[in-house]
């Protein structure tokens, strides 16, 4: 009993682990005389040459019912016999989604209702962003660095000098494949992080004793109607009167859409010829006001990346301007959208799950 | 108030309980009811430029599906660092264990009706298994081993690096259970002229393809001896692994740095050429040097030669008593903690109480294996009031010691420098 505190912290799991007997671990050299820790028979016929390639059938007894959502074998994509091998992981992979919650009510988390099936899931992953310091350009912050990461990796990171600032963001850029980056937008970023988050900047506790509705990322804002009252920009003006949706499109969508519409095939969705950018006007509206994030699919093809919500960044003017701008661009051909639909849209809570199933094909 | 008994606390407690709800709001009276809705700032979640001081990093406790309450450093993609209390025990709680993934978008579901480990590339036969092949066609073994964040302690650094910015938590030693890397292979049958071993899970990243941030691929040179006591592990402490530490099967590399623990491993590839992906060419490279330190300057300059991490080098921790303990002289106290080390059994542990003046051996706990934490304890009686610094140093059996030079890279990778901690000890009377 050389831990005796520890009795009541410990889980079941390492008592089973100490219950392990000592022989049962790998020793280089002596692997091969380690037995089985369990009584299973080992199945005689091995995997058969003459059908590989071709996915055994389920060794599963369970329910015949295969759910909708299976990780697909990537048949021949997966494994290859000509090496170099850069087979992509199966697209059909049904990814985690990041919820976002207050702390409080997620420290214990519910678990899933279990089937018996071959299926095993996880429910959502806890996101509780902390707000970044507001200043300018800290919405490009928010709708560029969001795409692959929450901002938490910003805010919890010490006080960089602007030099090192400026190689993280271009390391993202040119290696982790931000590429929807501009330079342009690299460098405003840059001069956010430089004046925010440097040695010099930032004062300690800066941005995690802001209050916490200020300045929310764009994902925790979109959730509360709060946010309104604190959000950035000018309380929404009443119509598109005077806001160039080109513009709030050059300045906030092309990063990742492209100048064009076209998209990133596999990373980012065109918006020409995408019938959700062109169908029901308060789907879309929802679509910017809250973000989508999930599996979806584009004229077929299939696409899995987080979009930033813009409550908190642009007014219902802006969204209505640029909503309405990309409904009847690139060939698309659909109707204006007005402020008071984008601000109703505001006023009505979804959800991510429904803004996935609402979204039409 | 000279009696030296004051069990106050108790003594309301016990009121407050019978009294009841209604009991309660009498007994909190007038102050209580005062109070007013008043918001808390949130406790910081960065430290520096200078090191962090503590023994963990800093960030709310946050528990995600399958897991204890751990410390949020980054919600997305998760790093969640394992509270110090966890390491009284050389084994972690796989719901404890911590959890780092590179790529934000890793599966939420597996249907096992599907989902298969493929073995190909450079082979005779491309195979692929089913868990439940995994489980039946194979002898199973089991290994205790350390899986360690190649940047735990990063936040130790000076100057710092970016990255995740780990205490000491960003590490943990279970029993791993699961079917032998070489077994896998033999029924593929790996062809002459391969040079790695490439592995990938399901994980993806929102960057373009082909890029860093698309996908997670990590490899290991085929005459590597570690490949010989790798495995691919279906359960962990006698559990299937959670979700995010890699359900059904994750790659099991003894004494290596978890970068190469490919997590929901599903593909295993022969190379006939090193991989050159940004993982293996580009990230997770340490100095050219055991140690894997250099300098700032030398980085500058340009002259330092890297290589991709491997073993992990020694390292030893102070787990109890933490710094909330005042310790009265002259009582017996034990200072417990653990060592591991990737490149060879910890040997020897040593503690010193004057900041390491002098170091006097510690007493060695139970082996449960080369890659498993070594539990360690030494038994020390302040006999001064005052303020003591602890450090612990451990040696393996390479012979290596930990030393108090800080290691130094541009990734803030290998720290293992010796640690410190502050015990005050107060007059007993």
Not at chain 1, 233 to 244: E, I, R
Not at chain 2, 284 to 291: I, S, T, V
Request: one cysteine or more; hydrophobic letters at 40%; charged letters at 15%.
């Amino acid at each position: 009993m050389k831990y005796p505190v520890l009795w009541g912290l410990l889980f079941p799991a390492v008592v089973v682990a100490l219950a392990i007997p000592l022989s049962n671990v790998i020793i280089p050299g002596v692997a091969a005389a380690t037995p089985a820790t369990t009584a299973t028979l080992p199945v005689t016929a091995p995997p058969q040459a003459t059908t590989a390639g071709v996915p055994p059938q389920p060794a599963s007894t369970a329910s015949p019912s295969k759910p909708a959502v299976a990780v697909q074998a990537a048949p021949a994509a997966a494994v290859r016999t000509t090496p170099p091998i850069v087979a992509a992981a199966p697209d059909q992979v049904q990814t985690v989604q990041y919820v976002d919650q207050s702390r409080r009510v997620i420290d214990q988390v519910t678990a899933p209702a279990y089937t018996t099936d071959a299926s095993y899931s996880i429910g959502s992953l806890t996101q509780d962003t902390p707000a970044l310091v507001e200043g300018a350009h800290v919405d490009l912050v928010r709708a560029n660095c969001s795409v692959c990461h929450a901002t938490t990796f910003i805010s919890s990171q010490p006080p960089l000098p602007g030099s090192l600032w400026h190689d993280e963001v271009y390391k993202m850029k040119l290696k982790y494949g931000a590429t929807f980056i501009s330079n342009e937008t690299a460098d405003q970023i840059i001069a956010y992080l430089s004046a925010h988050y440097t040695p010099e900047t930032h004062a300690s506790g800066t941005a995690s004793t802001a209050p916490s509705a200020a300045g929310s990322s764009p994902t925790t804002a979109a959730k509360t109607n709060t946010v309104k009252t604190t959000a950035a920009p000018a309380t929404p003006a009443a119509s598109t009167a005077g806001v160039d949706g080109a513009a709030v499109y050059t300045a906030n969508c092309a990063s990742c859409h492209g100048v064009a519409g076209a998209g990133v095939p596999g990373a980012f969705p065109p918006l020409a010829g995408n019938p959700a950018v062109t169908g029901d006007g308060k789907y879309v509206a929802d679509v910017l006001i809250n973000g989508l994030q999930g599996q979806i699919a584009v004229n077929g093809q299939p696409y899995n990346g987080v979009m930033p919500a813009w409550a908190a960044q642009l007014s219902d003017a802006q969204i209505a301007a640029v909503l309405t701008h990309i409904r009847s661009q690139w060939g698309n051909q659909g109707a204006a959208i007005s402020a008071d639909t984008v601000n109703a849209e505001r006023a009505r809570p979804t959800t991510a799950a429904q803004r996935l199933t609402e979204r039409p094909h | 108030m000279n009696d030296p008994v004051v069990p106050l606390p108790l003594t309301r407690r016990a009121t407050l309980t019978l009294l009841g709800s209604t009991g309660v709001a009498l007994a909190l009276g007038r102050n209580a009811l005062a109070q007013r809705a008043v918001q808390t700032p949130d406790a910081p979640i960065f430290s520096g430029p200078t090191a962090l001081e503590g023994w963990n990093g800093l960030g709310p406790l946050i528990a995600l599906p399958q897991k204890v309450p751990l410390i949020r450093l980054v919600d997305r993609p998760p790093l969640y660092e394992t509270p110090r209390a966890y390491f009284q025990s050389p084994f972690t709680p796989a719901s404890a264990f911590f959890i780092r993934s590179n790529l934000a978008l890793f599966p939420a579901s597996i249907d096992l009706t599907t989902w298969r480990l493929k073995l190909g590339g450079h082979v005779e036969t491309a195979v692929d298994f089913s868990l439940a092949q995994l489980l039946r066609e194979f002898e199973p073994v089991s290994v205790n081993a350390v899986l360690q964040c190649t940047g735990n302690s990063r936040a130790r650094f000076q100057p710092r690096r970016p990255g995740g910015q780990w205490g000491n938590g960003a590490m943990g030693c279970a029993t791993w259970t699961g079917v032998r890397l070489r077994d896998l292979l033999k029924k593929a049958g790996v062809k002459a002229g391969g040079v790695q071993i490439q592995f990938q899970g399901l994980d993806k990243g929102a960057g373009a393809p082909g890029s860093g941030g698309a996908e997670y691929k990590k490899s290991l040179n085929l005459d590597d001896p570690v490949l010989d006591r790798c495995i691919v592990a279906y359960a962990m402490n006698g559990q299937p692994l959670p979700l995010v530490n890699g359900f059904p099967v994750r790659l099991v590399v003894p004494g290596y740095f978890a970068t190469y623990w490919m997590k929901t491993l599903s593909f295993i590839r022969v190379l006939t050429e090193k991989d050159s992906n940004f993982w293996m060419a580009t990230a997770y490279l340490q100095p050219d040097n055991l140690k894997g330190t250099t300098t700032p300057q030398a980085v500058k300059e340009k002259s330092v030669k890297f290589r991709p991490v491997s073993s992990m080098p020694v390292r030893s921790f102070i787990v109890t008593p933490d710094e909330t303990l005042k310790v009265p002289a002259g009582l017996p106290m034990s200072i417990q903690g653990l060592a591991l080390s990737g490149r060879g059994a910890v040997t020897k542990v040593e503690v010193s109480t004057d900041s390491g003046k002098t170091w006097k051996d510690a007493k060695l706990g139970e082996d449960h294996g080369e890659y498993a934490f070594r539990p360690w304890s030494f038994a020390w009686t302040p006999r001064q009031a005052g303020t003591y610094t602890v450090a612990v140093r451990a040696t393996d059996a390479s012979g290596a010691v930990q030393t108090d030079t800080a290691i130094w890279n541009p990734s803030g990778y290998l720290w293992n420098t010796i640690e410190r901690q502050k015990i005050v000890v107060g007059q007993a009377g």
